[in-house]
């Protein structure tokens, strides 16, 4: 969520990146992609690494090389060109959409159906629900977004925001964090630090944003592409997307499978086995969930939460509905 704002200054770079990262290339056969992660590899990222090792690039007629996000993060990266794809999220790319210097960036798929954030905190101390964070010490980013997303949980639940007690994060392990009581409630991704938890034993207490209030239930992460890209190589985007679109139908249909595939390619993730499959297990009932297809954004759904942000004038200037993201380029 760091970068949401950090967007908005870095915008700027791509004019003058542009013209040097865009490559020519006529037609899929052949073609090179670079896809840019948001962070490193993780069960976000499976259906990638399966439809590398099971060859579905290869058989398109695609190389993708996958490589680490820079420090201002994928957004920038795909907008200048350099990047053909990425991963995002739809609350990091809103303030690259708009504004003096917009991202020439749109997101293409959904990884995940919906969103599966919220704030977790130890068993049995009353922070269950967001009214129950009065008093009560949470890890927060100091962000715009991220305070009136709480401000708003905790108000329609009753509560007083200004009663929470807010304490900057330096959580990297939300286990240990947890455990030594240096904060008390902590906003994650549940298929990650939720399961992480459960691993570990430690007993917790969760609420989704999603379940609080529909309008939080945004996409969460994303894959983006370059605008040109797509206007230049619509076959090769489509392509690209059907065989990324297989990876992910094979991760939902084989969870252990596709996380020992995440773990021969990022073998860091060998020591915490049983995290990884254990999170993969749950991913695989996310990747799709309810939708009709995978990669699949419902536009009510998209713009709602970009509504939200007008209203409360947490953008530069208001996001146009149907702005940033398109399933046109999605299989089937």
Known sequence: MKRFFALICACGLVLSLAG??????????????????????????????????KGYFEQAGIEVEVVQPPEDGAEVLVGSGRAQFGVSFQDYIAPALVGQAPLPITAVAALVQHNTSGIISRSGEGMDTPAGLEGKKYATWDLPVEKATMEHVVKADGGDFSKVELIPSTVTDEVSALESRSVDAIWIFYGWAGIACEVAGLETDYFAFADIDPVFDFYSPVVIANDSYLSDHPDTARAFLAALAKGYEFAVENPEEAAAILMEAAPELGSNEKLVVESQKYLSQQYIADASRWGEFDAARWDGFYAWLNENALVEEEIPAGAGFTNDYLPG
């Open 20 to 53: 040097c990262g865009q490559k020519e290339n006529t037609g899929a056969a052949g073609e090179k992609i670079t896809f840019v992660l948001d962070w490193t590899p993780n069960t976000n990222h499976t259906g990638l690494y399966v439809a590398l090792a």
